[in-house]
């Protein structure tokens, strides 16, 4: 286990990660259903298949417990994607082994869409749906600065470029 941490911190130094700030409210014409969740416990979550996430990922259960809140979006009750949202005063960018201050900004962070849902818009969808949610809120949302299916729903989204980040 200590090699594995080790590996990670010495994969950080080779990493960049780009943030973003939601810039402006792009407005994708939706259905009535879609609907975008926010789950602040995880007993909150009554239905099944968003309940699945959580047999593939057990440990983020413990996110509730930060007060780190699960958002999902459903189509037609299926989930298309999810994520999770914080708003503290420090964050941890596991990537490049990095806290960074957040002052008065909401952190979007891990995002996944439903593997057969991929390369649909579903990713830029969620997140303008969020942007839209908590419009006059500061919110930022990183990614790896080579992960470009990302950068682009993000930018799709209405996300601006606001700062590179690396390790050192």
Request: aromatic share 16%.
């Amino acid at each position: 286990m200590k090699m594995l941490k080790t590996l990670k911190k010495i994969k950080a130094y080779f990493q960049t990660v780009e943030v973003y700030y939601n810039k402006k409210i792009i407005n994708y014409k939706l259905n009535e259903n879609y609907k975008l969740n926010i789950y602040k416990s995880f007993e909150q979550i009554k239905d099944k298949k968003i309940q699945n996430y959580f047999q593939d990922f057990k440990q983020k259960k413990k996110r509730f417990d930060k007060k780190q809140y699960f958002i999902t979006m459903t189509f037609a009750k299926r989930l298309l994607s999810s994520g999770w949202m914080f708003k503290g005063k420090n964050w941890y960018i596991s990537e490049i082994d990095k806290e960074i201050t957040l002052g008065n900004e909401t952190v979007l962070f891990d995002f996944l869409t439903t593997v057969g849902e991929r390369n649909k818009g579903n990713y830029s969808k969620l997140l303008s749906l969020i942007t839209k949610r908590f419009k006059g809120h500061k919110l930022i949302i990183y990614t790896l600065q080579n992960n470009l299916y990302s950068k682009k729903g993000i930018l799709n989204a209405g996300f601006a470029l606001k700062k590179i980040l690396r390790k050192i």
